[in-house]
Structure formats: C-alpha cells, structure tokens
C-alpha cells in the first residue's frame, strides 16, 4: 500500500542552525502539507502546498519557514534558523484533493539545542 | 477557526472493555478523520468520516454532520489500542484550502 515516507526520522541541531526536513508523498497525490506536535500538544496546521505554490500558511509559518517541491518526488520544509521552540514532530501528509483523506508520514523528530 | 473538543481526555480499560469517544466541533466540516497515534508517535488513518458510519473490524465511527458530532467506537479492546485518538476536521469555507484542525486528543491505556 502506498505511504508516505519521511527523513529523517530524528534530526538533533544547534539553535541557529537551518534544517531540511524531507517528505515523498504519495506518488498520485497532488496537495500536500505540513503540520507540527509540540510535545504532549496537539498537532497543528503549517502549510498546505499545490501546484507548486503554497496555498495557506498558518500563523506559525513565519519568515523562517520555506517549503518547496524540488523534484517530482519530494517535498521539503526548511527551517531558516531555528529556535528552542522549533522543537517538535513535523508530520507530512498528502492528499488526491481538498477535501479528501490526509494520509500522514511517520514524522520527523526535530530536537534543537 | 474551527474549534474541535474531544471527550474524555483521558480513559483507561480493561481488556476486552468497550468504549465510545466524542468529537465535537464548532463548524460545518467537509472532512473529518479520526487517527491513532501510536506509542512511537505516528498518525494512522483510523476513518475518513465527514458523514454517516462505517467500521473496521473492532471500530467503528459514527458522524452526524448536522449535529456537528462523531463517535468512535471500541469494542473488545486490546493492549495495542493503547495510545492517543485524535480527531480532526476540514471546515467548510475556501479560505481554509485543506487545513485539519485537530482535537487535543483522547489518551486510551488499556490494561492487561
């Protein structure tokens, strides 16, 4: 069954320091998205992504925050220079439209020093 | 946004014990899922449910979209249900183009 994978799964980093989170999607899917879990929090809303541009970004998604589809396969989120507070697990996740189920990647374990 | 309320926060069973958790939402939904994040953290897809109901295997879920409410269904739980149920919801309105709002979540220990 189709899935989305993400790497790494854990990624430790020194505040200041930019980070690359990686996402492939499903192959068929054309909407993606980014949200984040702040330990024992709920999970929240990043950006939603399609046709090569972003289509909403929370208020969380500030200047520090990029995403990008460099290929036909991946997808990416960068943190400029993160911050204590970045910490957290980033979820990506796909879908075939609005609208329609969410499939979710494993995560990445972000930890920032 | 949207504002999503799950009950109980917190509900620990005996093997085999059923339970029923709430979702309530604030808005009409066009999407509603329910996850299950495991002890390692991910997200499994448990049901993708704006409306009515359907099962799979010992779930089940319930949306009644007018009332602005779903139910997820547990019976004859296990060990490995343990962990924490979200629900999540996709308002209606344009603007908010595929964003899940989530509950802060339901954590479900069963014990042996």
């Known amino acids: 069954e189709p899935e989305v994978t993400q790497t790494p799964s854990h990624q430790v980093t020194q505040m200041g320091q930019e980070v690359i989170l990686r996402c492939v999607p499903i192959?068929?899917?054309?909407?993606f998205y980014w949200y984040r879990q702040i330990l024992g929090q709920k999970v929240e809303f990043l950006v939603s992504?399609?046709?090569?541009?972003?289509?909403?970004k929370s208020e969380i998604f500030d200047d520090q925050f990029s995403v990008e589809r460099p290929d036909g396969s991946n997808f990416t989120l960068k943190i400029r220079s993160t911050k204590l507070e970045d910490s957290a697990m980033y979820f990506c996740?796909?879908?075939?439209?609005?609208?329609?189920?969410?499939?979710f990647g494993p995560g990445t374990r972000l930890t920032v020093l | 946004g949207i504002q999503v309320e799950q009950s109980p926060p917190d509900l620990i069973l005996q093997e085999g014990a059923n339970s029923t958790l709430r979702c309530n939402f604030s808005?009409?939904?066009?999407?509603l899922q329910w996850f299950h994040q495991n002890p390692w953290g991910q997200l499994i897809n448990l049901f993708y449910?704006?409306?009515g109901t359907k099962q799979n295997g010992r779930l089940s879920a319930t949306t009644v979209a007018t009332e602005r409410y779903s139910l997820l269904y547990i019976s004859s739980s296990q060990t490995t249900d343990s962990g924490v149920y979200f629900c999540?919801?996709?308002?209606?309105?344009?603007?908010?183009?595929?964003?899940?709002?989530f509950g802060r979540g339901t954590q479900l220990t069963v014990w042996p």
């Open positions: 992504f399609y046709n090569n541009e972003i289509s909403e």
């Open positions: 996740a796909s879908s075939v439209g609005w609208n329609n189920e969410q499939f």
């Open positions: 808005d009409s939904v066009n999407n």
């Open positions: 192959s068929n899917h054309l909407y």
């Open positions: 449910i704006p409306s």
């Open positions: 999540a919801v996709e308002d209606t309105r344009g603007s908010t183009l595929g964003r899940l709002y």
